[in-house]
Every structure is written in structure tokens, then in C-alpha cells.
């Protein structure tokens, strides 16, 4: 639809309604960040730009109240992992689940569908349980194995996988590349986009997540960011310029690769999204 | 691609080490590990132990007594009350998201400038940790907050600290989940309606349909499938909202203030984490996978009506 000089009219409501909602969207965001700069005196006031001060995030950062340094490489350390195991793990699966054919196949796929379909809920009590008899509560491997390979992402490099055509592996063959070699040589050079939908999706979730970590972990050295942040706002509820600083350091790096690959998330929710 | 050629290795065709089975299995192997140990395994236990009175303190003590905890939970008050919140926030925020989300979608569809910024604006909240934004909105919604009394002027409502107040825990909730789900629907809508076909439209506007009629006739109907998946994924993100309810519930006491904010979801975890009542908490969690996967089984029927 091209904007026609009689729509002009229509044209300004869009924009209104549009500003409107993007406002309600926006305003805690600014807020949070224009009062993580603030002192506490000055919050939910006005003050000249040369009043905001760094301090919050100083405090936040280096007092040992926090260990807001700890929780940063927690989640980093997180987040790192899981992404690292579905690279690997989920690019395998979803190479033999497309363009392998052996027998079980069948059944792993159906395996993948219908584990996608139950919540991952149902399982939270006995892995924590076995957590506990491993001994593996308040460690990396509570936060970081069983998150290590993906049914939605195994299925949507799967779907990606299929669009290769079958050509290239069989030329490939004929070269003499073996079936794991074609693997590494064909198939994982061509996945870059599939890659970077994974990446982003699971960097935010894992990011983000809050029930595993805060099920799995309670000693405080072990928290991640989400985890930190709640205690946090939780203990020093009234002082609200410190609590914005850690809305703002554990929101930034997700709003940040959100800008870099907007592209591939947005690609990712509606492929995802659409696929029933 | 690489841009060498691919070097000729000896021929391989034969070599059980390049069958499609050895590679195959070798190549979902560590997916079925995984599986099989952190979800298989742990599935069939949850499955078990809801039809066993086991605690945490002694696994090996579990007695089995039927359908002793599902009879519990159904007749638990506390559980009807979770029902009911949960109820009440799929009823509020599932129409309200999925309408908002199809109305914003609708007008970034348009080729206007600057669309791509509003809908980077639109997204951003979606993927923000709902443990933050929760920090940000207990903030702005405390007693004579500027945000509190403008809503106490329009819509009468109490200029009270919304998260420690009773009845107004649960909107806050409400709240909270449709002001960060609306830009995730979006996507999905404006993925949607860029599949409808532009001459539909122009075939439309040769017959004369005003705007109005075009929405109702063409857009509605054919975004008919994307609405099923808007609404039966939102009831289910509804019906699993954790995050928030924990945020509010200062000092780790879920559901508060006065179990105002309990849900099935926090139900279960109250008990099969907290109490350490592992029978209990399984069997509540399986009542909830069985409703969602109800509603799954629903999405799946009127997908298939549609074709």
C-alpha cells in the first residue's frame, strides 16, 4: 500500500497510535536508565545533566555486597556453554535427521516432536533431585548439561538442513568426501543463518532464565545475573537508583546482540512460530 | 562455501565408518544422551512418583498409593484458588495481548518510514528478563508513584503500592506479562500478514470495499491460522508465568502478598521444591501438562479444520 495523498489523515493516526504504544513500551526502560544514573536523593526528579553520576554502578560493581563481577562471569560462563553444546550437538542430530537416512531415524524424530510438545516443567523435580544426589547443586554442570542440546533447535536446523540441496553432497561424494567430512565441508559452511536464529534465541532465554537457575543454585557466589539482580531488588528494594544500575547491566548485553542480529530473531520467532 | 577445492581422499564408499547408520546414530548420539538422562528418565520419574507418597528426605521411603495426590490436590482449596488466578490470567491477558499485537502489527505492515524503529521498539521488552522488568514495574507502580495516580484518577483504583496489595497483586501480573508478550505476537502477525497476497487487496479495492471490509473480509480470515497459534501459545505462556509472581514474592514466599498471586505453576513448585513434597508436586505438575497439552491437541484440531 502506497501513502496517497488522501490518506494523509490516516497516515498522522498511525504515527499517533504508534508513538502512543511505543511509549508505554519505552518509559521503564528510560526510566531505569535515567535513574541508574541518578543519586538516591535525586530519584523521581528532574536534575540537570551534569548532576547524573556513575555511581550506582561503581557501588554495584565493586562493593562486595553484590559480587556483581561473579554473577556477570556466571551467566557469561552459562549462557557460553549452552550455546557451545547446541552448536555442536544440534547441528549433528539435525544433519543425520535430514540428510542421513538410517534406521531409528523415524523414531528420533517423532522423539523431538513429542518432546517438544510437553512442558519442560514435568522434569524440573527429579532433575533437581538428581542434582542433589550427584552432589551437583550450586555448580556450572546444574546450570549447563541437561541444557546442552535443544529439541526446538535440533528440529530447526533440521528444517534449515532440508533446504540444502541434496546435489552438493552428492558432488561432494564424488570428490571423495567422506560422510562426516561433508558435514564439516558442506553442510556447516552453509548454516551460517541457522546459526546465528540459534545463537540469539538461545542466548536470550539462557540469559534470561530465572526458574532453573534460581531452583539449582542457592549459594550466593553461584548466582547468575537474573538470580543476583532479584536478591538484590529483594534486599535494597528502597534503594532504587542501585537497582535500576542492575536492571541496566543485566538487560544490556541482551538488548545489544538483539540490535546486532534482529534479523535472524525475528527470522527465528516466525519460522518457529509458524510451523504447526 | 570454501573456495579451495574439495580434496580427493581415498574412496570410502565401502567403509562401515561412512554408512548413513554409524554416522547417524554417531551424530544424534549425544543428543540421546542428554535426552535420555535429563529428560527421558526424569519424565518417567515425575510420571511415578505422582502416584507415590515420596519425600525428599527419603527418596528410598516412597509408598505408592494411587491416585492418593491427585485426590489430594483436587480437593486442596489452595489448588482451586491457583486454578482460578491461572484462569484469570489467561482470560485477561490472552485477548488483550492477541488484539494488541494484531492492531500494531496492522499499522507497522504499512510501508511508512520509519516502521523499522518502531517495531525494534516493540520487540525490545519481549526480550528483556521478565525479573527485570518486574524490578523496574514494582517500582513505578508503588504508592503515589506519578503512574498510581494517574490510574487512581481514571480508572479508580486505590493509590496503594499495587504488588503488596490483594487485589491488585494479580492485574499487576497481568500486566507485566501483556506489556512484554504483545511485541513477541507481533512478529508472528506481521510474519503472518506478509503471507497474504497483495491482489487480494487490489482485487478489493477494484470492487469497491472500503478499508473496514477489507480487514473483515480478507486480513481476518486469512490470518486465521496465525490467530489459532497466537491464542493457544499465549493461553499456554499464560498458564506458565513464574518469573513475575516470584519477583513480587519478596523473600522467596511465592504467591504473596496472602496467596494472591499463587498459580498452578507456583503450586506445584511450592510443593515439589519447597516442601520437598515430591509426590504432591508431581502429580500437580502432571494435572498442568495435561491441560496444556490439551490446549496443544485443541490448537493442532483447528489447524486442521482450517485445511
Known sequence: MLVQRNDVGR????????????????????????????????????????????????RLWTSPAYS?????????VMTGIIIGGNLIFNTMAGYALSKLDFYGKRVIFFIILATLMIPYHIVLIPVYTTMATLGWLDTMRALTIPYMSQVLHIFLVRQFFLGVPNELLEASRLDGLSKIGAFFRIMLPLSGPALATMIILIFTGTWNSFMIPSTMVTRKEMFVLVVGLNSVKDQYFDRTNLIMAGVILTTLPVILLFLFLQKWYVQGVSTSGLKG | MTDRPVPVKHNRYSAWSDSDTFVGWLFVAPFL???????????????????????????????????????????????????????????????????????????????????GVFRTIYSVPYIVSPIAVATVFMVLFRRNQVIVRLLSTIIQTPNVTWFADVNLALPFVILMFIWQQTGFFMIIYIAGLQGIPDDLY?????????????????????????????????????????????????????????????????????????????????????????????????????????E
Do not use: C
Not at chain 1, 556483581?68 to 557469561?76: S, V
Open chain 1, 11 to 58: 497516515v498522522l493516526f498511525t504515527y499517533a497510535t504508534l508513538t502512543f504504544f511505543a511509549l508505554i513500551f519505552m518509559i521503564p526502560l528510560v526510566y531505569a536508565l535515567y535513574t541508574s544514573f541518578l543519586q538516591l536523593k535525586d530519584v523521581d526528579s528532574i536534575v540537570p545533566f551534569r548532576e547524573l553520576t556513575v555511581d550506582s554502578y561503581v
Open chain 2, 202 to 306: 487490489e482485487a478489493a479495492t477494484v470492487d469497491g470495499a472500503n478499508p473496514f471490509q477489507k480487514f473483515r473480509y480478507i486480513t481476518v480470515p486469512s490470518l486465521k491460522p496465525v490467530t489459532y497459534f497466537v491464542v493457544t501459545v499465549g493461553t499456554i505462556l499464560a498458564f506458565q508465568i513464574f518469573d513475575q509472581i516470584a519477583a513480587i514474592s519478596r523473600y522467596g514466599n511465592l504467591g504473596s502478598p496472602a496467596g494472591a498471586t499463587t498459580t498452578v505453576i507456583t503450586y506445584f513448585y511450592q510443593h515439589g521444591i519447597r516442601y520437598m513434597n515430591i509426590g504432591r508436586g508431581s502429580a500437580a505438575v502432571v494435572i498442568f501438562v495435561l491441560i496444556i497439552m490439551a490446549i496443544t491437541a485443541l490448537q493442532k484440531r483447528l489447524m486442521a479444520v482450517k
Open chain 2, 33 to 115: 544422551m542428554i535426552w535420555g538422562f535429563w529428560f527421558f528418565r526424569p519424565f518417567m520419574l515425575s510420571l511415578s512418583r505422582s502416584f507415590q507418597d515420596v519425600n525428599f528426605m527419603d527418596l528410598n521411603a516412597a509408598r505408592f498409593i494411587w491416585f492418593g495426590n491427585y485426590l489430594d490436590i483436587l480437593r486442596d482449596p489452595e489448588f482451586h484458588e491457583a486454578v482460578l488466578h491461572s484462569l484469570t490470567i489467561v482470560v485477561f491477558a490472552v485477548p488483550t495481548q492477541s488484539l494488541l499485537a494484531l492492531l500494531v502489527a496492522i499499522a507497522l505492515n504499512r510501508k511508512l518510514p520509519g516502521r
Open chain 1, 68 to 76: 556483581l563481577p561473579r554473577w556477570y562471569w556466571n551467566t557469561a
